[in-house]
């Protein structure tokens, strides 16, 4: 599979792959098949779907006490305070419905949540730079993501930049050195600098140079730090000044296993850097990836990506429809 990418990136990296050749392939590499999906998000799907369901479906009718369990359920799948109570008022609202049809009246509002969050699809833009900037707390998985990413980057044939905007962890730098050799994608780093200036350089270089993609790595730091968040507006700032006609996408690394943290998270990572989505790692194993329909009801942000294993090719796309099916199938 590997190969048919790499051929053409050898023989005419410019050449458009075939459409339907590209969604086969898009298929197999960058998507979980429908099984590997429901086995990922069996806790998750035990936690938000089953255990809600189980409790509720054998009821005549939906009285206050069934409500009020059921609130408390979903709050439990990470589910969000907000986003339950609003499930559950709805629900309150349409005395008609009874409580065997629990599990479809879920299904319909976690598709139409997801739907309303926006396209799941990554923004990419041909012949133009293409500049995802990651930002996230400590340990989410963000260089690991970026590594990921310029393998899936290089793979399609584009040329990737990647920028070490972690100057703040010792080895940060040498980590990501690793993961962009790797992928084959080359390196801007200035060890102990100002992030905002190996950013500003990366930007030039990728000008001069003609790299379809930079990804700026960043340190990882806490929401509630208020000089470290002002420091990613900065280099925010930088990338807009500097590249304002680049395809611009801030992403939000959120650890699946983070549960309703990750709302905080995103709340103040959107105002600092207005987030363009959200890509959810460590999904596998975690029963915590509620976590979506939250962000999706709460703050209007897809997840585009997640992140399924540690290893190169455990980074895939976020399809909303296939999420909800696995849920429930
Ligand atoms: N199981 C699993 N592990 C992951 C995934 N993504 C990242 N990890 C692991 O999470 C750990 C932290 O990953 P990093 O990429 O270093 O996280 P980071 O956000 O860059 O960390 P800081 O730079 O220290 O803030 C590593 O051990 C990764 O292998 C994933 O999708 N699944
Ligand atoms: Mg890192």
Known sequence: MFDFFKKKDENNREQTIPEKETNVEKKNIFSLTFESLKKTIEK???????????????????????????????????????TASSIVDKLRKQNNLKPSQVKE????EFSSIL???????????????????????????????IGKLANRFKLQGKKVLVAAGDTFRAAAEEQLDIWSKRAGADIIRNDGADPASVVFDAI???????????????????QNKHNLMQELSKIKNVIDKNAPDALRES???????????????????????????????????????????????????????????????????????????????
């Open 251 to 329: 992403i939000l690394v959120l650890d699946a296993n983070t549960g309703q943290n990750g709302l905080s998270q995103a709340k103040v990572f959107t105002e600092c850097v207005n987030l363009t989505s959200v890509a959810l790692t460590k999904l596998d194993g975690s029963a915590k990836g509620g976590i979506i329909i939250a962000i999706a009801k709460e703050m209007k942000l897809p997840v585009k990506l997640i992140g399924v294993g540690e290893k190169m090719e455990d980074l895939k796309n976020f399809d909303a429809g296939e999420f909800v099916k696995a849920l429930f199938g």
């Open 105 to 108: 009246y879920l299904q319909n």
């Open 44 to 82: 998750t799907s035990e936690s938000l779907v089953g255990n809600v369901v189980k409790h509720v479906e054998q009821e005549e009718v939906f009285d206050e006490f069934i409500l009020d369990d059921m609130e408390e359920l979903l709050i439990k799948a990470d589910l969000g305070v907000n």
């Open 204 to 222: 030039k270089k990728a000008k001069n140079e003609n790299y379809d993609v930079i990804l700026v790595d960043t340190a990882g730091r806490l």
């Open 115 to 145: 739907q309303s969050a926006g396209a799941n699809i990554l923004n990419y833009k041909d012949n133009e730079l293409n500049i995802y900037f990651i930002v996230g707390v400590n340990g989410a998985g963000k260089t690991t993501l």
